[in-house]
């Protein structure tokens, strides 16, 4: 019984010894579509790589001085980090309400009212324009600088806009007050003298 397992031995050890061997070398090779492919067995017009010895012992590691274990990043490396966090927090924004303007009469048998607004920036992620009439909001928060008011009652209001991002109040527009004139029909009476 020795003797045939040790011929089994032999064999295993020599398909061991051959497939690392054989696993040190890579083939690669472009197609006609300029694709780059990289296999274990050759191909028609490929070039041989060789591969690092993965059995090898590695290098010893180098080692940094106790002063300062952290990484350090280079002059150029902090001047590229310094704007991205910069760029991660937004600026402050700034509303201004472009039209009405304050003190306006706004003649409208529809009563309508447009409000244009201006910003400094874009609304970020999570911020939302509501606006206030008459010191109560009116309708649902937007991401648009535009309202166009329908069937607004005759008389004087106060519009503002406030900004807010996740339900915190981050920015408002100055109140503007409006005078709105609206046509009023009043019935006649017949035989009224």
């Known amino acids: 019984m020795k003797v045939q ?48 010895n993965l059995e090898a012992s590695a290098p010893a590691p180098k080692v940094q001085s106790t002063e300062s274990l952290a990484p350090q990043a280079s002059p150029s490396e902090k001047a590229v980090e310094e704007p991205k966090a910069k760029a991660d927090k937004p600026h402050p924004l700034t509303l201004t309400m472009l039209t009405p303007q304050h003190n306006e009469t706004i003649r409208s048998n529809r009563g309508l009212i447009d409000i244009q607004l201006e910003a400094n920036r874009k609304l970020g992620i999570g911020e939302q324009l509501q606006l206030i009439l008459d010191g109560k909001p009116y309708g649902a928060p937007q991401h648009h600088l535009t309202w166009q008011l329908k069937n607004i009652d005759r008389g004087t209001h106060t519009l503002a806009v406030q900004a807010k ?20 029909i009043k019935p006649t009476t017949k035989g009224a003298k």
């Open 5 to 52: 397992l040790l011929p089994s031995l032999y064999v295993l050890s020599g398909l061991l010894v051959t497939s690392t061997a054989s696993a040190q070398l890579a083939y690669t090779w472009v197609d006609e579509n300029g694709v780059i492919h990289f296999s274990d067995t050759p191909n028609q017009g490929a070039k041989t790589i060789s591969l690092p």
């Open 165 to 184: 991002r996740s339900g915190k109040l981050i920015a408002s527009t100055s109140p503007v007050t409006v005078h709105l004139h609206r046509a009023s």
